[in-house]
């Protein structure tokens, strides 16, 4: 996997933006697998791998409720390396299945670095309780832009992480079509197994149960029926 | 007006220093901050306590935030005792924070991209994805234009305001659309993914599913989608260099 620097750059650019829209600042979806996995794809010129990508790491995204203070997983810079190895093989079956690896292991990593970032925050928060108390503005100021900035810094590392991922994959695992295709149906099968677990878990037994239900049976029907 | 179109924009990057001891509290500092400006010059001594109280702990949805922002705001500039404040901001962080899930986190969210990986799949391409972001930020921003207004027209009584809106019953409606639109997406996604394999590997992979879905019930809390992807990637690669 050799890119061209301009790619190199727009991909790192592209993974600090998501990874700072994930909770930072916009919040503007940005961060979402199938946006993340397209963009990219356009960028490496594979869209077609960016929305395979893309759409198998969304339906984990799906299963993941951001409530509180919870801990979930960051697929925003994960899925820039998982579409920058991707575009490399000629076919999504041969290449999603270890696309999918290195996008859960560093949206994994992802999360952990969130607990990171807050952590020292808090620290910083601590050193300037007296100005907040005293309601200085400019303190507050300053907290804000150097939390945002300190996620840029773990959104970077972690966009860096991902590339060199796909790039060592991309390099050296020489796999077997056979494998590369056991894979593909593997990641393809965890992440529908993720998706409707993430569904029925949040459905209950109410209204939303019965849609899902009516939506799944219905659409299943009419492909059934095409 | 300059005021409010500041704190608006503010207000998306409400969680930009979020910790766990404030919370949302120094992103609501920042968003009021424009908005409290003006009560320097005409109230300088309340200025600075103002500015204190609204960078305290706040924990709520960030895109109902402006809710909270506005009526502490407002009753900043009311002369509402700072105390009655201080309770009014506690008082409004669980029915935003549950209102605000149910309606983005548990709805507007997972209906809106559940609909665009089912478009997707149907061949819509990224222009599927490129509508989806177009149309849920201009909702999103209205919601927060929304609640900004609300909660500086309203002070103390937001509380009232946010019961009589539209946001209760359009919490539940979202649940509603992101049930059926999982639903849709779901099948869609399996036939656009396994269509190009044999019939024994979808079989296989759409067992696996089932087995995820079981292993996640079972588990309950324990269970974690990415750690169940990745072990089962690990022990297909092991069985594949065994049998070779």
């Known amino acids: 996997m050799s890119l061209e620097p301009a790619t190199w750059l727009l991909l790192l650019a592209w993974g600090i933006l998501v990874g700072v829209d994930l909770v930072s600042v916009p919040q503007a979806m940005l961060a979402r697998p199938i946006v993340v996995g397209t963009v990219a794809g356009a960028i490496l010129g594979d869209v077609e791998a960016g929305l395979r990508v893309g759409v198998l790491l969304e339906l984990f995204a799906l299963d993941v409720l951001p409530v509180g203070a919870s801990w979930y997983p960051d697929y925003g810079p994960a899925t820039v390396g998982a579409v920058a190895y991707a575009s490399v093989l000629p076919a999504w079956e041969q290449s999603l299945g270890v696309a999918c690896a290195i996008g859960l292991t560093v949206g994994l990593l992802g999360g952990a670095s969130l607990q990171w970032v807050r952590h020292r925050v808090v620290r910083d928060l601590n050193m300037r309780t007296n100005d907040l108390a005293a309601g200085r503005s400019a303190a507050i100021r300053g907290l804000q832009y150097r939390s945002i900035g300190r996620d840029a810094v773990r959104s970077a590392g972690l966009t860096l992480i991902a590339l060199g991922l796909a790039e060592a994959a991309a390099r050296w695992l020489a796999l077997d079509p056979g494998t590369s295709h056991t894979l593909t149906l593997v990641a393809i099968g965890c992440g529908l197994a993720a998706v409707i677990g993430g569904a029925l878990r949040s459905a209950g037994r109410g209204a939303r149960m019965r849609w899902f239900v009516a939506g799944a049976a219905g659409t299943a029907l009419l492909l059934g029926i095409a | ?244």
């Open chain 2, 1 to 244: 007006m300059n005021r409010r179109l500041a704190a608006l924009r503010r207000l998306y990057a409400i969680q930009g220093a979020w910790n766990y001891e404030r919370m949302l509290g120094v992103g609501m500092g920042y968003a009021a901050e424009p908005l409290l400006e003006e009560l320097a010059r005409s109230n300088p001594s309340r200025h600075p306590e103002a500015v204190a109280r609204s960078a305290e702990f706040f924990n709520s949805h960030p895109y109902l935030a402006g809710l909270a922002l506005g009526a502490s705001v407002r009753s900043e500039y009311d002369g509402t005792p700072g105390a009655h404040i201080s309770r009014l901001r506690t008082a409004l962080c669980s029915p935003l924070g549950a209102l605000g899930d149910q309606l983005f986190w548990a709805g507007a969210v997972p209906a809106s991209v559940a609909a665009t990986v089912a478009v997707v799949t149907l061949g819509a391409g990224p222009l599927a994805v490129a509508a989806f972001v177009l149309l849920f930020n201009a909702f999103r921003a209205w919601v927060a234009w929304w609640a900004l207004r609300t909660g500086l027209d309203s002070g103390t009584s937001v509380g009232a305001a946010i019961r009589q809106s539209w946001l209760p019953r359009a919490a539940h409606l979202a649940g509603v659309a992101a049930g059926l639109a999982i639903g849709v997406a779901v099948p869609l996604a399996a036939v656009w993914y396994l269509a190009p394999f044999s019939r024994g590997g979808a079989a296989g992979a759409l067992a696996l599913a089932a087995g995820g879905v079981i292993a996640a019930r079972l588990a309950g809390p324990m269970y974690a989608a990415p750690r169940f992807a990745l072990s089962a990637l690990a022990a297909a690669l092991i069985f594949r260099l065994a049998i070779r």
